[in-house]
């Protein structure tokens, strides 16, 4: 029902900004519950950041609370990440995630992008 597809990812110097987008196709975007997740090489997929459908509600991973903002456009059916302060740890593949419900995006969402990559050097 739902494809996404982000982009937006490259190389940054630790402590510069990128900017991910994830275009949702579909009528319905506006009902889905958004969400991050990055997996990094030989580590375990993990959350990021959510939003509710209403773009109400966010939530952070400790690991990026302070440096990164979630927000969505419903009108263009997308949402983004912006990414400050970026660091080496930082560095992954993120994916775009998106459900029905706010608690599923946040754990096993049910629709999921192609992932992008973010690269920051040590």
């Known amino acids: 029902q739902v494809q996404l597809v982000e982009s937006g990812g490259g190389l940054v110097q630790a402590g510069g900004s990128l900017r991910l987008s994830c275009a949702a196709s579909g009528r319905t975007f506006s009902s889905y519950a958004m969400g991050w997740f990055r997996q990094a090489p030989g580590k375990e997929r993990e959350f990021v950041a959510a939003i509710s459908w209403s773009g109400g509600s966010t939530y952070y991973a400790d690991s990026v609370k302070g440096r990164f903002t979630v927000s969505r456009d419903n009108a263009k059916n997308t949402v983004y990440l912006q990414m400050n302060s970026l660091k080496p740890e930082d560095t992954a593949v993120y994916y775009c995630?998106?459900?029905?419900?706010?608690?599923?995006?946040?754990?096993?969402?049910?629709?999921w992008g192609q992932g992008t990559q973010v690269t920051v050097p040590s």
């Open positions: 995630a998106a459900d029905g419900l706010l608690a599923r995006v946040r754990s096993t969402p049910r629709y």
